[in-house]
């Protein structure tokens, strides 16, 4: 019996407001039809439940240390298995891990979204692809407002004082430097269609010569 051919694990990555959701989305609906999924690094920020709500805002949510990298490197190694893994939810508004967990089955390209997916080296020797998504800071807190206001309720001031007292400087401290690390370097989030394309094509032709 021929054994199963590992999926390929795309790690996209970038500054918050970057595009690289939208570069992940699009790589996604290119390839419609084929066994893909995608994991998105921002549901596997810590449980915080033994915290109180004043402690939950406090935390620095651009930091590595935010993260359970070690359920994120034990769920994708167990999907890489082609084993089921339970990803976990998490709560906005919340600051916080909801109980629920959403059980997901491996497919044959898992799309790793997130912040600080390079930061580790142990996930990064998961990927088979690093994308780092290029793009200019003040059209990143441009778009991280826009997205914070209407999707996460969250007031402008509040936005603009995280921002400031974390996002940008644990940009140029953490995420920026992740970016020698990839194999790809996108500019300009998902308006760079030729990018897009290269890359699902590179995918195609992978899961061509794995027979998929």
């Known amino acids: 019996m021929t054994k199963r051919k590992q999926p390929i694990i795309i790690g996209v990555t970038g500054g918050s407001g970057s595009g690289k959701t939208s570069v ?35 935390v620095n949510y651009d930091h590595p240390l935010a993260f359970d990298t070690e359920r994120l490197i034990a769920d994708l190694t167990k999907l890489r298995n082609f084993e089921t893994i339970e990803m976990p939810v998490y709560n906005y508004a919340e600051f916080n891990r909801s ?28 990927m088979d692809i690093k994308v780092f998504v290029d793009t200019d800071d003040d059209i990143r807190i441009i778009r991280r407002i826009k997205r914070d206001m209407e999707e996460r309720g969250r007031s402008l001031d509040s936005i603009i004082t995280q921002y400031l007292k974390t996002v940008k400087p644990m940009y140029h401290q953490f995420v920026e430097p992740s970016k020698r690390y990839a194999d790809i370097i996108v500019p300009e989030g998902g308006e760079n269609k030729v990018a897009i394309d290269l890359l699902s094509t590179k995918v195609n032709d992978i899961l061509t010569k794995h027979g998929k």
């Open 24 to 58: 992940s989305q699009a790589i996604y609906e290119q390839m419609a039809g084929k066994s893909i999924m995608m994991l998105q690094q921002d549901t596997y920020y810590n449980d915080q439940s033994d915290m109180t709500m004043e402690e939950r805002k406090q």
């Open 99 to 126: 109980k629920e967990t959403i059980r997901t089955e491996a497919k044959d390209v898992i799309i790793l979204e997130g912040i600080m997916i390079l930061d580790d080296a142990r996930l990064r020797d998961l």
